[in-house]
C-alpha cells in the first residue's frame, strides 16, 4: 500500500485551486464563515470602500452571522472591540446578538466588555433601533443591560458622556427610563432630557433634609416621574458647567472638550483644558492648542509632551499606530518641537511590537490604485485622510525599523516598484511618507513573489499589506476553479527553496477573499490596530493557535 504519510505531505503542499472571484474580479480563495466575519468584525467601518459599499458590507456581516455559532459571534464581538480598537461592527455583532434566539446570556457576557464607553452605547441601541439585525425594540434583556450600564456611572460620568448626538445619552434615558436615586441624579437625568426646572418649595423632602442628611426613598423617583427637578440639585460640575456659560465662574469647568468650544475661552481655559485633558483629545488636538497659546508655558509643554509618550496612557486610549503619523504630519508650525518630538516616541512604542524575525523578512506594501482610498471607507461628513497606502507603508517602515539589516521592502503594484530603498536608521514616519508617495496602478500581488524566484532570495517571513484584490495576475478573470492563483503558484516555489518560510496577509480592507489560502504555512489577518503585530509575532515564532487568526478569536474568553 502505498504510503500515507508521503502522499498527504504532497497533498499538503500543492496550491489549491481557486473557490471564488473577488471584488476586482480576480479568481481568489473565499475565506470560510468564521475567518469572513472576522475579517469584516476588525476592518470593517461601514464606510464606503473601493470595491463595495456600506450597505454590502453590513449585508455580509448580517449573512455570516447567520452562518457561524452565537458563541464566535460574541468573541468576534469582544475581539474587534478590545483588540482591533474598533466601534461601529462590534455594537453590530452585539445588536445581533440581542436579537438571536437564546443568546441573551452570551450579549449580557460581553456587553459591559464591548460597550466600554458611551459612544459605544449609543452606537449599540442605534443599531437595535434601526431594526436591521431583527428587532427595533430593545427589549427586556437589552434595556436590563443599558439601565444597568447608566446606573454603575457617577452623575460627573454620565455628565461628560452627554456628548454626541443620533441618539445622544438624552435619547437613550428616555428609552429606558432610569429611576434615580438620588435628588442630584433626578436632578441630572431632568436637566439632560431638556426638562425645565422648578423652584424647590420648603415643604419639599430634599429642599428641608440637612446638609449631609439622607433624603426621603421614594422622593427622587417621585420627583423624576412628575418631572420636576430643582437646579439646586444639579451635581457640582453640572453647576459650574452653567456658572461659566453664564459668565459667572472664571475658571472652565473640567468637561469634555466639544462642550467648550462654543464658548468665550480665555487663553487659561485653555491652558486648563490642556492640562487635564485624555490622551486622545491631546492628541486630536496639539493645533487648537497651539493656536490658543497653550504652548508659551514652558512647564504645559513638557506635561503635553510627557503625556503623549506615555507607554500606559498609550496603551489605554487604543490608538492605532496610523493616527500618531496623522498627528505627526499635521502638525502645524507653531507645535513645539518637544512635542512633535514626543509623538514620533510614542509612534516607538506603538509599534514595538513589531516582530523581530532573525532569518530575514520581506515586506510588500502593495501601492495600487484601490490603496489609495481611505482605510475607514468614504462616509458623509467624516471621511478620514489616511489612505489604505499609508498604513500599508508605516506596517513596511515599521518591519524595517524593527530589523534593521534583515528586513526588505518591495512596493508592488502592477508589477514590483524598482529602486525603492529605505534606510532603518530614518525615522517610520520618513520612510512611511516615501512609501506613500509611490505612483499607482492595478493590483497584481503575485508579482514581489515572483521577483524574489527571479532573484533566487532567501528569507524566513514575508509580509503582503494589502487589500487583496489582485486581478492583473488572474488567468481567468471573472471566473474560477481552474486552478491555484498565480501568488499561490509563486508561493510554491518560494517554498521549495526555502521550506521553513512563512506567509502573511495583512488585510486593510472589508472584504472576503484572499490570494494565499490559509494553511500552516500561510496566515491571512485583518486589522490596523498594533494588536495585528502580535498575531504576527506569534506565527512567526511558531506559537500562535493551530487555528490562527480564526483560533486566537475563538480563545477569547467569554
Not at 497606502?389 to 517602515?397: E, H, M, P, Q, S
Amino acid at each position: 500500500m502505498a504510503s500515507k504519510t508521503l502522499f498527504k505531505s504532497i497533498r499538503g503542499l500543492l496550491p489549491p485551486p481557486t473557490t471564488a472571484v473577488n471584488e476586482a474580479g480576480g479568481t481568489a480563495y473565499v475565506f470560510p464563515p468564521k475567518h469572513a466575519l472576522a475579517q469584516y468584525a476588525a476592518t470593517g467601518c461601514l464606510g464606503h470602500t473601493f470595491y463595495a459599499s456600506a450597505e454590502q458590507q453590513l449585508a455580509t456581516v448580517l449573512d455570516l452571522c447567520k452562518q457561524v455559532e452565537p458563541e464566535f459571534v460574541a468573541r468576534a464581538a469582544l475581539y474587534a472591540r478590545q483588540r482591533g480598537y474598533m466601534k461601529d461592527l462590534p455594537a453590530v455583532l452585539c445588536a445581533v446578538l440581542a436579537a438571536t434566539p437564546n443568546a441573551g446570556g452570551l450579549l449580557a457576557e460581553v456587553f459591559d466588555r464591548v460597550v466600554d464607553d458611551a459612544r459605544m452605547l449609543r452606537n449599540f441601541v442605534q443599531v437595535v433601533r434601526s431594526g436591521v439585525t431583527g428587532r427595533k425594540s430593545l427589549g427586556t434583556l437589552p434595556k436590563r443591560l443599558v439601565l444597568s450600564w447608566i446606573e454603575r456611572r457617577t452623575d460627573d460620568q454620565l455628565f461628560r458622556a452627554s456628548v454626541g448626538n443620533d441618539p445622544s445619552l438624552a435619547d437613550v434615558i428616555k428609552m429606558v427610563h432610569p429611576k434615580p436615586a438620588t435628588a442630584s441624579r433626578a436632578a441630572l437625568f431632568g436637566y439632560l432630557i431638556g426638562r425645565d426646572p422648578v423652584a424647590a418649595k420648603s415643604g419639599d423632602a430634599n429642599a428641608a433634609a440637612a446638609p449631609g442628611a439622607s433624603a426621603a426613598p421614594e422622593a427622587p423617583a417621585a420627583k423624576s416621574a412628575r418631572g420636576t427637578w430643582s437646579a439646586n440639585d444639579l451635581p457640582p460640575l453640572v453647576q459650574q458647567f452653567e456658572a461659566f456659560k453664564r459668565g459667572e465662574a472664571a475658571e472652565a469647568p473640567d468637561v469634555p472638550f466639544q462642550m467648550l468650544t462654543g464658548l468665550p475661552l480665555k487663553p487659561a481655559d485653555w491652558a486648563r483644558i490642556a492640562r487635564h485633558a485624555p490622551w486622545q483629545m491631546t492628541r486630536m488636538n496639539l493645533n487648537t492648542f497651539a493656536r490658543h497659546g497653550v504652548f508659551a508655558d514652558p512647564e504645559l509643554t513638557a506635561l503635553v509632551a510627557a503625556r503623549l509618550r506615555d507607554p500606559g496612557l498609550i496603551g489605554k486610549a487604543k490608538v492605532f499606530p496610523y493616527q500618531l503619523m496623522v498627528a505627526y504630519t499635521q502638525c502645524d508650525a507653531k507645535v513645539p518641537a518637544a512635542v512633535r518630538e514626543a509623538l514620533q516616541d510614542a509612534m516607538e512604542v506603538a509599534i514595538a511590537n513589531v516582530p523581530k524575525v532573525p532569518g530575514g523578512v520581506w515586506v510588500f506594501p502593495d501601492v495600487s490604485g484601490s490603496m489609495h482610498s481611505p482605510v475607514t471607507g468614504h462616509r458623509p461628513g467624516a471621511t478620514t485622510a489616511v489612505r489604505c497606502i499609508d498604513v500599508a507603508a508605516l506596517v513596511a517602515a515599521a518591519f524595517v525599523r524593527q530589523n534593521p539589516g534583515t528586513a526588505d521592502v518591495l512596493p508592488f503594484e502592477s508589477d514590483v516598484v524598482r529602486g525603492v530603498r529605505l534606510n532603518p536608521r530614518d525615522t517610520v514616519l520618513t520612510n512611511a511618507a516615501k512609501l506613500a508617495a509611490l505612483p499607482a496602478g492595478g493590483t497584481n500581488c503575485s508579482a514581489p513573489l515572483r521577483e524574489l524566484n527571479r532573484r533566487h532570495a532567501a528569507g524566513d517571513l514575508v509580509v503582503y499589506v494589502s487589500d487583496n484584490e489582485s486581478w492583473v495576475d488572474s488567468t481567468r478573470h471573472g471566473l474560477f476553479g481552474g486552478g491555484p492563483t498565480e501568488t499561490m503558484k509563486q508561493w510554491a516555489a518560494y517554498k521549495a527553496r526555502n521550506p521553513n518560510a512563512k506567509l502573511v496577509c495583512i488585510d486593510l480592507q472589508p472584504y472576503g477573499s484572499t490570494q494565499a489560502a490559509e494553511r500552516d504555512d500561510v496566515l491571512n489577518v485583518g486589522g490596523f490596530s498594533d494588536r495585528v503585530f502580535d498575531v504576527v509575532a506569534e506565527f512567526a515564532a511558531g506559537t500562535l493557535h493551530p487555528d490562527h487568526w480564526v483560533g486566537v478569536i475563538g480563545g477569547v474568553t467569554l
